[in-house]
């Protein structure tokens, strides 16, 4: 049976559900391959940045670990893993948990190169010196600064024979002592000094569309608790409560670098008392109380994927959340016609800002 072959025959789905998109590429595809042939490929394997559990569920018991920065990725394992009657791998959530003896290990090269700088950092140390170390992506994606990370980090790289578009780099030796890179740190327009870690949404610099919404945040009722969904380093909510310090805030995303950016971001700025600061996909399985206002500036991508899959996920549980009197505001880019999505789940739909680039929208009665 070829690789390609072996993940048709699975049940395999992305979170969230995305019919027309698969839950694995050719990278998966030729990982499997790559270890089929070799007759000294690793017994087992820690799997990285594995977006929808494909490969934990194609590699069974093979699979020592599982660690991805995202919670949606986790939610996608599990489900694929009951799905097709696979036992879960052990998952880790954070490097402390990562032992210090693998074999192998698959790594997907994530979209951001901070994080897969930083993950690499991590990854080498525990890595056996006869270990293996294989990055997973396609062409496309792999950069010559992913390159020059891997050189950094390893001695020993075979970049091996691309096939439908997609390599499978085999690193080895490991470069002992490097350390991992360090947050960042930068001022918002407000005064708000914000805390990035490596991956996190908007590294280097505030993003426009949340500046944008920051221009009318004057605008928005005055509530005792709110929740900013898809919170990023928390710029939005913490923006809020540095101008209503008795309110009580919950910051939500599914990025585990994000959690600790909006963590660190609320300590930094001396507004931790207030906040709650929640890894999660989205508001599943969260007891929060009816939110009279949720403010969102939701991603319109799914790492290199452009898709509005999470975007519509975030409204719904919006419009779910939300207190009958509450308000849901969210900015996007103008371009992709939120407006109209929108009137789905809320019964007055408004257009508050201007802006050439980007559109503020405050969403009532919630149908």
């Not at 192998?104 to 690499?120: D, T």
């Not at 294989?134 to 891997?150: A, D, E, F």
């Not at 930068?186 to 993003?207: C, I, K, Q, W």
Request: aromatic letters at 8%; glycine letters at 6%.
């Amino acid at each position: 049976m070829t690789t390609d072959s072996v993940f048709a025959s699975l049940n395999l789905t992305r979170v969230p559900p995305a019919p027309k998109l698969q839950a694995w590429n050719a990278a998966d595809e030729l990982a499997l391959s790559r270890l089929a042939e070799d007759s000294e490929a690793p017994e087992t394997l820690l799997l990285v940045n594995d977006a929808f559990g494909a490969l934990a569920v194609a590699l069974g018991d093979r699979v020592r670990a599982w660690w991805s920065d995202s919670a949606m990725a986790e939610k996608a394992l599990l489900e694929n893993c009951r799905a097709n009657v696979t036992p879960p791998p052990p998952v880790v959530t954070s490097p402390e948990d990562l032992a210090d003896d693998y074999d192998g290990i698959l790594l997907q090269a994530p979209k951001s190169l901070a994080l897969f700088e930083w993950q690499l950092a991590h990854l080498a140390p525990r890595l056996r010196a006869d270990g293996r170390l294989y990055v997973l992506g396609m062409v496309k994606h792999l950069s010559r600064g992913h390159q020059n990370t891997m050189a950094r980090y390893f001695r020993d790289i075979h970049p091996g024979c691309a096939v439908k578009k997609a390599r499978c780099v085999e690193l080895r030796e490991p470069i002992p002592s490097v350390q991992p890179p360090t947050p960042k740190q930068y001022r918002s327009p407000n005064g708000l000094t914000l805390v990035n870690h490596p991956g996190s949404f908007s590294e280097s610099s505030a993003d426009p569309g949340a500046l944008a919404f920051l221009q009318y945040f004057g605008e928005l009722p005055k509530v005792d608790t709110i929740l900013d969904l898809g919170c990023g380093n928390g710029i939005l909510g913490l923006s809020y409560l540095h101008s209503h310090p008795q309110a009580r805030v919950f910051l939500v995303d599914e990025s585990a670098q994000a959690v600790a950016s909006a963590r660190d971001t609320a300590r930094e700025n001396g507004l931790s008392q207030n906040v709650e600061v929640i890894r999660n996909h989205g508001l599943n399985g969260l007891d929060l109380p009816e939110l009279p206002l949720i403010l969102c500036n939701p991603p319109f991508h799914q790492q290199t994927t452009l898709t509005d899959d999470i975007a519509d996920t975030l409204f719904q549980q919006a419009h779910d959340a939300l207190a009958p009197t509450g308000e849901f505001w969210m900015v996007g880019n103008r371009h992709l016609d939120y407006h109209r999505r929108l009137k789905h789940w809320f019964g007055d739909v408004g257009v508050v800002s201007r802006h050439p680039k980007f559109v503020v929208l405050r969403c009532r009665q919630p149908r």
